[in-house]
């Protein structure tokens, strides 16, 4: 398939056509997003949310013309082209992780975004019946959240669901970004106090294999 690009670096080069396609503002991040499974509109622009919607429609478009992605339905589904990205951006993030990744600026952490993120990642498939609820309690941001898995399908609330909570995980914005990101191991902020499950032992006890970690954590 031959790809279209827009105009660039104007170098006959592999290199400079990539970035002529890639190398535009956030195109990595949605592509970083697809690749992790994001297939709807809302949802990318949700765990965007510095991205405008109209940008956003954009580079979709761009990647639609590029044969990167195909819109089935209202979903963006990668094409073999797209999927072999993967182990380009995962070697990018593995090279961040290694070289440029210190400690969060603070305008770097948003908690909302955090548990957005990390509401696909679950696996409450070891807790008991079909509906799992996990509030979530930060010790520096005065909003509370909670993730409600259904029949397997997890949703994020931002208002008291009104069910139950199995868990609630207990930590500052950075600890948990840090956990979630592979920075720190998950048993060490825990032993240290910097994360905290709070809930029946049998249930917070199996949180270690429940939370699992980004797809682009480190190792």
Not at 187 to 197: D, K, P
């Amino acid at each position: 398939m031959k790809m279209t690009t827009v105009a660039g670096y104007g170098q006959y080069c592999p290199i400079s056509r990539a970035l002529d396609l890639l190398g535009e503002r956030w195109s990595l991040l949605i592509l970083r997003d697809l690749i992790t499974g994001t297939t709807r509109f809302n949802d990318l622009a949700r765990g965007l949310p510095g991205l405008s919607r109209s940008l956003l429609a954009k580079r979709l478009r761009q990647f639609e013309r590029a044969g990167l992605v195909e819109k089935v339905d209202v979903r963006y589904v990668l094409t073999d082209a797209g999927r072999e990205l993967e182990p380009i951006l995962f070697g990018l993030g593995a090279w961040g992780a290694r070289w440029s990744f210190g400690e969060p600026e603070p305008a770097e952490l948003d908690a909302q975004l955090l548990v957005w993120w990390m509401h696909t990642r679950l696996d409450t498939s070891s807790f008991p019946g079909k509906r799992h609820v996990l509030g979530v309690r930060f010790s520096d941001d005065p909003h509370r959240y909670w993730i409600v898995v259904e029949g397997g399908v997890p949703s994020v609330c931002d208002s008291d669901p009104g069910f139950p909570v199995d868990v609630t995980i207990a930590s500052d914005v950075s600890s948990l970004y840090q956990v979630w990101l592979g920075r720190i191991p998950l048993h060490h902020a825990v032993r240290t106090g910097r994360l905290e499950f709070q809930g029946p032992s049998d249930l917070t006890r199996r949180m270690s294999s429940v939370l699992r970690l980004s797809p682009v954590a480190a190792g």
